[in-house]
């Protein structure tokens, strides 16, 4: 069977082969659910032939395009954005047209803020549990607070989030400096390291703290409290602040 016959068992496979332990953020589950899984979950009846054709392989070409841009990415987690991306097709005069540009959308945001480009981040955490949509919207509420965590009008902004990033790269600036290639890019005040990475954001999932409860496809999105300074204070809490971390390393 061809990658065009089965496009999300493919990419299952694919993240597999570089993942082999395929974290998730769900507190009753050591493994996030596959891509097949994710979409025998999702998929109706009365889905239209070309949805049905348009969904699988434009969100097996949202993974690879994470794999390829993040291939350190620890968590993969799709129920929610799944579940998003067909909510808003299936209400839409076009379901396989809006679930491809979608998708495509998506796709190209990861090859933009990964290691394709001078951004270089190491995760695409931010973005799929929603800490980037919850900081967008509490930047304006009054006139963002009605966009979901994939709605075209927050990704544009990620789009031009991006072009911005780049420009100030390329000047060197202090919080975002240009790094040797290579070199992952941690404008956060806590480390990212992998074990860091998945202890902190399993402690935030069991306390509640997540803006987007990426690994439920009924998740309910919040932006209504400061998630970014929550999940800042549960790293110091935890030791895994980057001062503490400097401190420990000097005192060890």
Request: proline share 8%; hydrophobic share 45%.
């Amino acid at each position: 069977m061809t990658a065009d016959d089965d496009p999300l068992a493919a990419a299952d496979a694919a993240i597999d082969a570089a993942a082999p332990e395929r974290h998730t953020l769900a507190p009753e589950r050591a493994r996030a659910r596959s891509l097949v899984e994710v979409w025998a979950a999702l998929r109706r009846d009365d889905d239209p032939p070309a949805l049905a054709l348009a969904f699988p392989r434009g969100l097996a070409a949202i993974a690879l395009a994470e794999l390829q841009a993040f291939p350190g990415n620890l968590l993969w987690d799709y129920e929610f954005m799944a579940a998003e991306l067909l909510r808003e097709a299936r209400s839409s005069a076009d379901p396989a047209a809006t679930v491809s540009a979608r998708c495509r959308q998506i796709a190209d945001l990861q090859r933009l803020y990964g290691r394709e480009t001078a951004i270089a981040f190491t995760y695409v955490h931010d973005f799929v549990y929603g800490y980037d949509w919850a900081k967008w919207i509490r930047r304006e509420p009054p006139r963002r607070r009605g966009h979901r965590p994939y709605s075209p009008a927050f990704l544009a902004y990620m789009e031009r989030r991006g072009g911005e990033l780049l420009a100030l790269i390329e000047a060197d600036d202090r919080k975002y400096p240009s790094l040797a290639r290579g070199r992952p890019r941690n404008p956060f005040p806590f480390s990212r390291a992998p074990a860091a990475e998945l202890e902190l954001h399993r402690e935030l999932a069991r306390r509640g703290e997540v803006p987007v409860e990426a690994w439920r496809y009924d998740a309910r999105p919040r932006w209504d409290r400061n998630y970014a300074a929550l999940r800042a204070e549960r790293a110091r809490v935890l030791g895994l602040s980057r001062p503490a971390l400097l401190a420990a390393e000097a005192a060890g």
